[in-house]
């Protein structure tokens, strides 16, 4: 069957560490894998993108690699701060269509 | 800011009555699409639609319905809730550059 994996429900960090999220996926071939950023009672804010075909993409504190042998995303948040706290859900994109198939997602809490 | 809004924010309504959610978009998005999640899961596709005209449902089967009439609304119907509808409805929208913009969501709840 298909399914997407985040790892661990939660996971703190101390203010200042560099977070690292997990995204691993079984049965599925994506044509781009992203991700979003949720906070409590709100909808999910893409972060960024990254093609089947790129290893790395950056944007600011953020860093994504996907490796599509390992079937696997990580998701990198350095010089975290309090304000980074949320859960991050990662989205495999099949191209196409554009339907999004979500992780549960990881609830990232940085400590001060 | 994305600018995409969800009518009501929250809704507590009691079993066997009909309900509409209300999603729209000012950014004259073609693709929009509803999601419904429960508290600790993962997102799920319930309808989509790639413009006027156009709905398709989702990969997880839903008992509700939706319409789009026009470019900018794309409302969710509930001809007769149940309390095994009580969860949170999300409406996105896209222009087909991958990017989803969500709105802020409705939570509902069924007696």
């Known amino acids: 069957s298909q399914k997407i994996e985040q790892n661990s429900e939660a996971l703190n960090i101390q203010e200042g560490k560099t977070a690292t999220l997990t995204c691993n996926y079984t049965n599925y071939s994506p044509a781009y894998l992203q991700w979003y950023r949720q906070d409590p009672g709100r909808g999910p804010v893409f972060l960024l993108l990254i093609r089947e075909n790129e290893k790395e993409k950056r944007k600011e504190r953020l860093k994504v690699t996907f490796d599509t042998t390992l079937k696997q995303s990580l998701f990198h948040i350095t010089a975290s701060q309090p304000a980074d706290s949320a859960t991050y859900l990662c989205?495999?994109?099949?191209?196409?269509?554009?339907?999004?198939?979500f992780g549960t997602g990881t609830r990232l809490t940085v400590i001060p | 800011e994305a600018d995409i809004y969800q009518t009501p924010r929250y809704l507590v309504i009691g079993t066997g009555k009909k309900i509409t959610l209300e999603c729209s978009q000012t950014?004259?998005?073609?693709?929009m699409y509803w999601y419904q999640q429960d508290p600790g899961m993962e997102l799920h596709l319930i309808h989509y639609s790639y413009g006027v005209n156009s709905t398709e449902k989702g990969d997880l089967s839903s008992e509700s319905t939706v319409s789009r009439i026009r470019t900018e609304h794309f409302p969710l119907t509930l001809e007769s809730a149940r309390p095994s509808h009580t969860s949170q409805y999300l409406c996105?929208?896209?222009?087909?550059?991958?990017?989803?913009?969500f709105g802020p969501g409705t939570r509902l709840t069924v007696l």
């Open positions: 996105a929208s896209s222009d087909g550059r991958n990017e989803q913009f």
């Open positions: 950014m004259g998005h073609d693709k």
């Open positions: 989205a495999l994109d099949l191209g196409g269509a554009n339907n999004l198939f």
